[in-house]
């Protein structure tokens, strides 16, 4: 998949491919309520790289205002260096 420009197809692909259960309650990457942020920290990566093609795409649609599309990349830019 393109990491700058994905296509809806490749980003829907890719969500259709993902085990989404990890990230609920009783999955390996679920984060409880009340969870502190240091907890929660070994479970942000894999939830962002599941989601980020599609805030890549979000951050590409040209109905979306410029400084919209200016917060997610930044976004996606903090998140990148966190998640390599």
């Given at each position: 998949?393109?990491t700058?420009?994905?296509?809806?197809?490749e980003?829907?692909?890719?969500?259709?491919?993902?085990?989404?259960?990890?990230?609920q309650?009783?999955?390996?990457?679920?984060?409880?309520?009340?969870?502190?942020?240091?907890a929660?920290?070994?479970?942000?990566?894999?939830?962002?790289?599941?989601?980020?093609?599609v805030?890549?795409?979000?951050s590409n649609l040209?109905?979306?205002?410029?400084?919209?599309?200016?917060?997610?990349?930044?976004?996606?830019?903090?998140?990148?260096v966190l998640?390599?």
């Amino acid at each position: 998949m393109s990491t700058n420009n994905p296509t809806f197809e490749e980003v829907d692909r890719h969500i259709e491919s993902a085990d989404l259960s990890l990230f609920q309650p009783g999955g390996k990457h679920h984060v409880a309520s009340g969870t502190t942020a240091a907890a929660a920290m070994p479970q942000l990566c894999p939830i962002y790289k599941t989601v980020r093609p599609v805030l890549v795409l979000i951050s590409n649609l040209p109905l979306i205002p410029q400084k919209w599309k200016d917060a997610i990349k930044l976004f996606l830019q903090f998140l990148d260096v966190l998640c390599p």
